[in-house]
């Protein structure tokens, strides 16, 4: 059984026990440590963000350790738990734990602290240098939600659930929206998008199911979303409702993985590999480097892609015009050329 095999199995011990999970290691081994406030376990971004580290792990020779589930209240503690145990490096992915990894790293210069989704001034705001943001490009990652949404919508109206209001997920919502306005005004349509709702907690799938069934009642028919454990709560109701109508007129498009087959309203993903920018980060380490500054991914250096199309729901042109929209994000065209992204 593989390592992603066997931390799905061991999950839900961890719910129930602060404890570190980790494996035994030489002692010339470096070690990497990843605390999350979701399951590892949810099929959304818990999940995603583990695997990327067992990825990069796995590359690097590195072991690996890490908490799910934990409460924003355990935040630092955890992390403690982990420095004083001697890991090399802190993964955590989300900028919800940007005050906790800054404090932590304020108190243990000599670990390394990479913060997945960080904010581009936070390495800087790190007083020993030890904090570096992992920063996938939040605009591009909206885009490739918005332009097939724009694409697929057949109501005019789509929807977007976050987790919790950060600037990153502000980003997404942003991108999602203009894409979608600008793919529909090719395509003869006109788009309107939901304000934006927030669970403020990953993990609560029935909000996803609250939130998905409102929208719907708004005359939502596409979904994007940024908040994990909600989504597949999410993604629940709209294939409930699909199925009550006897067939599949509301769609999803998931993230930060391939999800294409978990549910039936997934119509395709927006893929993030964040697997590069840790082994990155963990070069940096063995190299005596880490630390104080911003690494970016985006389309243009293949940590962002789009996943593949649900063929069965998507139409043979919508998939063609898709597949350029994304060839003109990636030359830098799309719409017009005009839109600011972040730096690569």
Not at 64 to 91: F, G, P, R
Not at 264 to 278: F, K, R
Request: with cysteine; aromatic share 8%.
């Amino acid at each position: 059984m593989n390592r992603k095999l066997i931390a799905m199995v061991v999950t839900g011990a961890m719910i129930a026990s602060m404890a570190p999970t980790f494996t035994a290691h030489a002692d010339d081994t470096r070690t990497v440590a990843m605390i999350c406030d979701s399951s590892i376990s949810d099929g959304g971004w818990g999940m995603a963000c583990y695997n990327a580290m067992i990825d990069a792990a796995e590359k690097t020779g590195w072991e690996t350790m890490y908490s799910d589930s934990i409460a924003q209240s355990a935040y630092y503690d955890t992390i403690v738990s982990y420095c004083d145990l001697d890991v090399d490096m802190i993964y955590a992915p989300g900028n919800q734990y940007t005050d906790a990894v800054l404090q932590a790293a304020e108190e243990y210069p000599d670990i390394a602290f990479a913060l997945l989704n960080g904010g581009a001034d936070t390495p800087e705001k790190a007083v020993n240098g030890n904090v570096s943001s992992l920063l996938p490009n939040a605009t591009q990652i909206g885009w490739i939600a918005g332009a097939l949404a724009g694409l697929m919508s057949e109501s005019g109206t789509i929807a977007f659930i976050g987790g919790m209001e950060l600037d990153t997920t502000l980003a997404k919502y942003a991108g999602y929206g203009e894409a979608a306005a600008f793919v529909a005004e090719e395509n003869g349509k006109t788009i309107s998008v939901l304000d934006p709702v927030y669970s403020g907690d990953f993990s609560a799938s029935d909000k996803g199911l609250e939130f998905a069934k409102a929208m719907m009642d708004q005359g939502a028919d596409v979904f994007f979303g940024d908040a994990s454990a909600v989504d597949s709560g999410a993604r629940q109701a709209i294939d409930e409702a699909n199925e009550a109508n006897g067939a599949i007129k509301v769609y999803d498009i998931a993230q930060p993985a391939d999800l294409l087959g978990q549910n039936d309203c997934v119509i395709g993903s927006q893929v993030t590999d964040n697997s590069v920018l840790i082994e990155l980060s963990m070069k940096a380490v063995e190299e005596g480097t880490f630390g104080g500054e911003t690494l970016y991914g985006t389309l243009q250096n293949g940590v962002l892609s789009a996943g593949e199309l649900n063929k069965d729901v998507v139409p043979e042109d919508v998939q063609a015009k898709y597949a350029e929209y994304i060839q003109q994000m990636v030359d830098g065209t799309f719409m017009g050329g005009a839109a600011e992204t972040e730096a690569e």
